[in-house]
């Protein structure tokens, strides 16, 4: 597999040279997907290529990322539930909503762990966009971020503080809670849906996220978290995060 995604990838480059990388963005996603292995969890594709995002956020660490820690994930995730059918066949945010009823302490662990991160990494990815396709925030998410924290800044602020204040490895969030937004964040692979496992102040329906642990940005920005953030807004697709407040507050 390994020889085999080589060789696409030089296809690519080499074809990508010659015609534009555009129209040939779907068959590389379908290559990236090598790493990924059988059972009820696939590793999704990217909505854009590994490129798409630079400078702001590198190509080799949206690949590592992609195909190394969330691939992991998802293979991880399955293997926890061989043999569990009835685990098995909920979907994956089912799953993690069902977790406090997950009676053996290491499988419901393994499922928090890599459920949580598969999750996280997907909900991630169809959070950026590539910086020319990222569109802008709509009336209502105006509104709402300017009610809850002042404005678009005070809301990035806040966001930022969160996510530069949260040791070690987690995640920050933009959440809606009671129909208003708030910012928080959660240790290691645990999110926002996560009932019953999380603080209550964490509890949410999540409309953005961003991954702080380090393998997110070491590569490029080594131990400048800050940076890393100042960056990621460059990248947020804030029509997906329209989107997703329109859905939660339908
Ligand atoms: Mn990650």
Redesign the pocket.
Known sequence: MVQKSHLARRQFLQLGALAGTAALLPRYAAAQSADAEGGPHTLPDLPYGYDALAPHIDARTMEI?HRK??AGYVRKLNAALEGRASLAEKPLAELLADLPAVEDASLRAALRNNGGGHWN?DFFWTSMAPPAKTGEADAALTDALTSAFGGMDEFKEAFAAAAGSRFGSGWAWLIVRDGKLEVTSTPNQDNPVMKGLVADDELGTPILGI?V?E??YYLNYQHRRGAYVDAFWKVVDWGAVSGRLKKATA
């Open positions: 990322h820690h969330h990494h991954d642990w393998h997110a």
